[in-house]
């Protein structure tokens, strides 16, 4: 990544709604340029979605938790499939150290929480869980930190040479 790469993801994470025109008049760039350097971004896999960052809370799921899972030998994959179909499961983790997978989940209240580990503890190939109830979110996911650091470190194009898609 250059560091009109990183201006570019900057603009998105900062501005996600400015649009192309005024991310190319920021960085001084054609419209088509932006374009083409999305387009390689996204293929590149730097940027892996457009979707708006959901509350889980403010849509009546205000209990989040981290479920591990013990499964047996063999049955990641099963678990895995199983774990895809309960809507509570918004993420889930293959770990290393105590456990196999690690699970956030969201419930409306602490009996749902409970029916949402029971139903884990069933799955086929799950021996035992670990659940962890979140109190508070202290540092929400972010990446911008990463695409700043990555821009202090991208190696700027040689002088006189112009920066393309």
Do not use: F
């Given at each position: ?27 001084g760039v054609a419209r088509g340029t932006v374009q083409a350097r999305l387009t390689r971004l996204e293929r590149r896999g730097v940027i892996a979605d457009y ?113 393309t898609a």
């Open positions: 990544m250059d560091d009109l790469d990183t201006s570019l993801l900057r603009l998105l994470l900062e501005e996600p709604r400015a649009g192309m025109r005024e991310y190319s008049r920021i960085l979707a708006p960052q959901l509350s889980p809370a403010m849509m009546g799921y205000p209990v989040l938790a981290l479920v591990h899972l013990h499964l047996t030998q063999g049955r990641l994959n099963d678990v895995t499939a199983a774990l895809r179909a309960m809507p509570e499961v918004l993420e889930a983790y293959t770990i290393a150290g105590e456990g196999d997978l690690v699970c956030r989940v969201a419930a409306c209240e602490n009996g749902h929480l409970e029916d949402v580990i029971q139903q884990c503890i069933e799955l086929p190939g799950v021996v035992r869980t670990k659940t962890e109830v979140i109190l508070s979110e202290r540092i929400s996911y972010r990446v911008l930190p990463l695409v700043k650091q990555a821009g202090s470190t991208a190696t700027p194009p040689a002088s006189g040479q112009r920066t």
